[in-house]
């Protein structure tokens, strides 16, 4: 058998409350205590009674290298050391306690670090009483006359009142009062504690105005306290156990039918008089966990709530008993919150419980932050975050009053002295972000549809009827006291007795005072239907009047309604517009900061590209510099590559003519081995001089073996070495040293292996040691010389300019013998010959320069052997 599942119940709708387009920021006053020490340093000054300012201390001024500055902020309404408890009462307090009377609820919280006065604030002293005391005072001295019975109203454990007859409340309170576990209630007559007796002078009492007259009234008072975020009932009676005390048992939160949050199985007493009000409070406040910390002597350890609830019922048509309907009873609430001081572990060096009492309260405070935080972002950037009201019992508690149930206001207490400054910072920060925070207006109670002043109708009749009844001496009761006036008004009937059957005397009498009493009758008939008649004209000129009374108030009505209609159609234009206002002032403020950073960046860019416009003309003046440096550079680097192609064109030239003299010679060594014996040798010819600066010789078409001039070597100059400049001799390390009597040596010179430009940037003079092998195989020294100058570009540079050989010879040069083998022809012996005898071989090594040597250190060995022919 299938079970069938049951369904989940549906959550309960929330009650459709009348749009309220109007909304009020919450109200936060501030108020300064006076120091402690007058010689005491102090950080607050008051400048309006709207702004204070902030001064940070010295000490924390050169701790902090002067950071913090002088700071102001602004309340609703700042009160100074002189103001007295009664100032404060009338601009903060008094207006909350006068929409209590009408129907509106509303919530005031003290806020602050310890020690800075909110118990006194809240509570006061005797003579100098506190908001509470006062607010309970004004709520008597206004609904005195108007309060109901005791037990007329009760609570039905649901946030809800009910209301009973006169019967049934005096069987309720015989009842409450043979239950010994209930409190009695004090008396006003009872001697009242010293302690609040004098709370209030006489003449600062006040009440509201305005308070209806045909409603009755009561009053019921609750206090609990929230200790380490859980709550507890104050007024609770616990039963006395000497042997093992129970603690007390904590509290949870409900919501009601209306979504209202509430404190479930909360002792709510009923007070009659401001002593009784405030008696019941002291009882709580005694039970109040306080506890002695380095900061205040007296420090309260949870958040207290004082809930003044006011029932109000209006009077039946008759204005003498209150309506008998559920519905009919407005329940109004003030709630008085003295909220435990924030603080410090380190500087009230609390240990133990003491130290998590200051963490569940610093924690119960930074989610009160929490929340007004995330109101304040949701009004003001249009968004619909989750407020996080579960967090804490304070914030879940009044959370309907945030949400638009009932004014909101908060007195930040604050202690000027310099020790507390940077707590009163966070704290006025607070306060600052919660003024920016709306809560939404209270919508008006319905009005009861009875006539105005039923009661004092009522009662007036009463006075006059008993004013009357008083003349005439007659009961106090109603019909008979009128029987009695009628029959009064009639003559007195004569003896009756007839004591002889002849008496004509006595009948006559009685017959003239019947018929006196028939006229009297009569004419009380006539007068009687001419008043019921003038009593039935006037009632039809009253119904006609109230016909046309009910026609003109139904068309007012529906002018009233269409008034409504336009109203409520204006109010969500309102409504639309403002919160068009809203997106369209965030939209502004979004393209504002946009608009701000793109001037960042435009400055940016500007000064980047101002940057960069420098940075390319200076390249640009330093690319001029460094083309005029180069032209220079390639007009220098031209003429001396135009001087080495000529000296290699004259290198190449002597070459060729080196060639073809040793051509000849082979031609001419030839034609003598043919025509000549065999024993004759021709003399070996001279070679032309290599000189660069001799012109070779022209030879004729057929030369003679031996040249007819010898050369002229031009004289080299003599070399400078020996004077005064300073000299780089560079000797490479492959150099082979040779035992020459004649050894180049240079006095004052640096010698180095490699160039380098430190050498050469402290020298005049640069010679390089440069050997080679000769034609002869012998190795030959040259000593290329040159002058060291600087160039534009800061460097060093070498301009050589002389060459002096050093050469070493045997005395007799070897003989040249020919390897030829008389077997063999003369081709054979031809590519015989000894490489030193051969010319060609002899000739083949040869001096290279490098290109872009510039003549210096880049000289190169190149020794190989000419190719033959095949």
């Known amino acids: 058998m299938i079970r069938p599942t049951k369904g989940k119940t549906p959550r309960r709708p929330a009650p459709k409350k009348p749009p309220s387009n109007q909304k009020d920021p919450v109200g936060v006053y501030c108020r300064v205590r006076p120091l402690g020490v007058e010689d005491e340093e102090c950080c607050i000054e008051v400048i309006s009674n709207t702004t204070i300012q902030l001064h940070a201390p010295d000490g924390l001024k050169a701790n902090r290298n002067g950071e913090f500055k002088e700071t102001q902020y602004s309340f609703k309404k700042v009160f100074g050391i002189s103001t007295s408890q009664m100032e404060l009462f009338e601009d903060v307090a008094k207006p909350l306690v006068d929409d209590l009377i009408h129907s509106k609820n509303g919530l005031l919280f003290t806020y602050g670090v310890t020690?800075?006065?909110?118990?006194?604030?809240?509570?006061?002293?005797?003579?100098?009483?506190?908001?509470?005391?006062?607010?309970?005072?004004?709520?008597?001295?206004?609904?005195?006359?108007?309060?109901?019975?005791?037990?007329?109203?009760?609570?039905?454990?649901?946030?809800?009142?009910?209301?009973?007859?006169?019967?049934?409340?005096?069987?309720?309170?015989?009842?409450?009062?043979?239950?010994?576990?209930?409190?009695?209630?004090?008396?006003?007559?009872?001697?009242?504690?010293?302690?609040?007796?004098?709370?209030?002078?006489?003449?600062?009492?006040?009440?509201?105005?305005?308070?209806?007259?045909?409603?009755?009234?009561?009053?019921?008072?609750?206090?609990?306290?929230?200790?380490?975020?859980?709550?507890?009932?104050?007024?609770e009676e616990a039963p006395f156990e000497p042997i093992r005390p129970k603690p007390p048992q904590s509290k949870i939160l409900r919501e009601d039918q209306n979504h209202n949050m509430y404190v479930a199985g909360c002792t709510e007493v009923e007070v009659k008089s401001t002593e009784e009000a405030f008696e019941v409070f002291w009882r709580g406040q005694k039970k109040r966990r306080i506890a002695n910390t380095q900061l205040n002597r007296e420090s309260s350890r949870s958040h207290s709530v004082f809930i003044i609830k006011l029932a109000q019922a209006p009077l039946d048509a008759d204005g003498d008993n209150i309506l008998q309907d559920k519905s009919q009873v407005n329940v109004s609430q003030l709630c008085l919150v003295d909220l435990a001081g924030s603080e410090r572990t380190s500087r009230t060096r609390a240990e133990g419980s003491r130290l998590r009492e200051a963490g569940n309260i610093n924690q119960s405070l930074m989610t009160l932050r929490t929340c007004i935080e995330v109101l304040r972002e949701n009004q003001m950037c249009g968004t619909n975050k989750m407020v996080p009201y579960r967090d804490s019992k304070v914030t879940h508690l009044?959370?309907?009053?945030?949400?638009?149930?009932?004014?909101?206001?908060?007195?930040?207490?604050?202690?000027?002295?310099?020790?507390?400054?940077?707590?009163?910072?966070?704290?006025?920060?607070?306060?600052?972000?919660?003024?920016?925070?709306?809560?939404?207006?209270?919508?008006?109670r319905p009005i009861c549809g009875f006539a105005a002043g039923r009661r004092q109708k009522n009662q007036a009749f009463k006075d006059e009827l008993s004013r009357r009844l008083e003349e005439r001496g007659g009961p106090v009761d109603g019909a008979p006291s009128v029987m009695n006036e009628l029959l009064q008004s009639f003559p007195p009937l004569p003896a009756c007795e007839l004591l002889d059957p002849h008496d004509d005397v006595t009948l006559p009498r009685i017959i003239q005072v019947l018929e006196q009493r028939q006229r009297i009758r009569h004419r009380m008939t006539e007068e009687y239907h001419k008043a019921a008649k003038m009593m039935k004209s006037m009632l039809q000129e009253l119904d006609s009047?109230?016909?046309?009374?009910?026609?003109?108030?139904?068309?007012?009505?529906?002018?009233?309604?269409?008034?409504?209609?336009?109203?409520?159609?204006?109010?969500?234009?309102?409504?639309?517009?403002?919160?068009?206002?809203?997106?369209?002032?965030?939209?502004?403020?979004?393209?504002?900061?946009?608009?701000?950073?793109?001037?960042?960046?435009?400055?940016?860019?500007?000064?980047?590209?101002?940057?960069?416009?420098?940075?390319?003309?200076?390249?640009?003046?330093?690319?001029?510099?460094?083309?005029?440096?180069?032209?220079?550079?390639?007009?220098?680097?031209?003429?001396?590559?135009?001087?080495?192609c000529e000296r290699r064109v004259n290198a190449k030239q002597l070459e060729m003519q080196n060639k073809l003299w040793v051509?000849?010679?082979?031609?001419?060594?030839?034609?003598?081995?043919?025509?000549?014996?065999?024993?004759?040798?021709?003399?070996?010819?001279?070679?032309?001089?290599?000189?660069?600066?001799?012109?070779?010789?022209?030879?004729?078409?057929?030369?003679?073996?031996?040249?007819?001039?010898?050369?002229?070597?031009?004289?080299?100059?003599?070399?400078?070495?020996?004077?005064?400049?300073?000299?780089?001799?560079?000797?490479?390390?492959?150099?082979?040293?040779?035992?020459?009597?004649?050894?180049?040596?240079?006095?004052?010179?640096?010698?180095?292996?490699?160039?380098?430009?430190?050498?050469?940037?402290?020298?005049?003079?640069?010679?390089?040691?440069?050997?080679?092998?000769?034609?002869?195989?012998?190795?030959?020294?040259?000593?290329?010389?040159?002058?060291?100058?600087?160039t534009?570009?800061?460097?060093?540079?070498?301009?050589?300019?002389?060459?002096?050989?050093l050469k070493q010879e045997l005395p007799s040069g070897p003989s040249r013998k020919r390897r030829s083998s008389e077997g063999k022809p003369a081709q054979e012996n031809e590519h015989a010959e000894g490489d030193w005898t051969d010319v060609e071989t002899r000739c083949s090594v040869a001096l290279e320069m490098r290109a872009g040597s510039n003549m210096g250190p880049g000289y190169q060995h190149h020794g190989y052997p000419k190719r033959r022919k095949p």
């Not at 979004?590 to 940016?604: A, F, G, V």
Request: aromatic share 6%.
């Open 398 to 444: 009044f959370k309907n009053y945030f949400d638009g149930e009932g004014k909101v206001r908060m007195v930040v207490c604050v202690n000027p002295k310099a020790d507390d400054y940077e707590e009163t910072m966070l704290v006025m920060r607070f306060a600052e972000m919660t003024q920016e925070v709306e809560v939404a207006r209270p919508v008006d």
């Open 792 to 805: 534009r570009g800061g460097g060093q540079a070498v301009q050589f300019t002389d060459i002096e050989t």
């Open 663 to 790: 051509k000849d010679e082979k031609l001419k060594q030839l034609k003598a081995i043919v025509t000549e014996s065999k024993s004759e040798r021709p003399e070996a010819p001279q070679r032309p001089s290599r000189e660069k600066d001799r012109l070779p010789a022209k030879r004729s078409a057929s030369p003679s073996p031996v040249p007819t001039a010898a050369p002229v070597r031009p004289l080299h100059r003599r070399s400078h070495s020996a004077g005064g400049e300073r000299w780089v001799d560079h000797k490479p390390s492959s150099n082979v040293e040779l035992d020459t009597v004649m050894q180049p040596i240079l006095h004052n010179a640096i010698t180095v292996s490699t160039p380098s430009e430190k050498a050469l940037s402290k020298c005049d003079k640069y010679v390089l040691t440069h050997q080679e092998v000769a034609s002869d195989g012998e190795i030959q020294t040259k000593l290329i010389k040159g002058e060291v100058f600087k």
């Open 545 to 644: 009047n109230l016909v046309t009374k009910d026609n003109f108030i139904h068309d007012q009505r529906g002018k009233l309604g269409e008034k409504d209609k336009i109203i409520q159609n204006q109010k969500a234009e309102m409504e639309r517009l403002e919160k068009k206002a809203k997106m369209l002032e965030y939209k502004i403020d979004i393209l504002q900061k946009t608009t701000n950073i793109y001037e960042e960046d435009k400055r940016s860019l500007q000064q980047e590209l101002e940057s960069r416009e420098q940075k390319f003309l200076r390249e640009l003046s330093e690319k001029k510099r460094m083309e005029a440096r180069m032209q220079g550079m390639v007009s220098d680097t031209k003429q001396k590559w135009e001087k080495e």
């Open 115 to 235: 020690g800075s006065g909110k118990t006194f604030t809240m509570t006061g002293s005797p003579g100098q009483g506190g908001l509470l005391p006062r607010s309970l005072d004004m709520i008597f001295n206004s609904i005195g006359p108007y309060q109901a019975k005791r037990f007329v109203f009760k609570t039905d454990d649901k946030n809800g009142m009910e209301v009973q007859t006169q019967v049934d409340a005096l069987l309720e309170r015989q009842r409450r009062e043979n239950q010994s576990s209930v409190p009695k209630t004090p008396s006003s007559k009872q001697r009242l504690d010293p302690e609040f007796a004098d709370m209030i002078n006489p003449e600062e009492a006040c009440k509201a105005e305005g308070v209806d007259e045909d409603s009755s009234y009561s009053v019921f008072v609750s206090y609990i306290e929230i200790y380490n975020n859980y709550i507890y009932d104050l007024l």
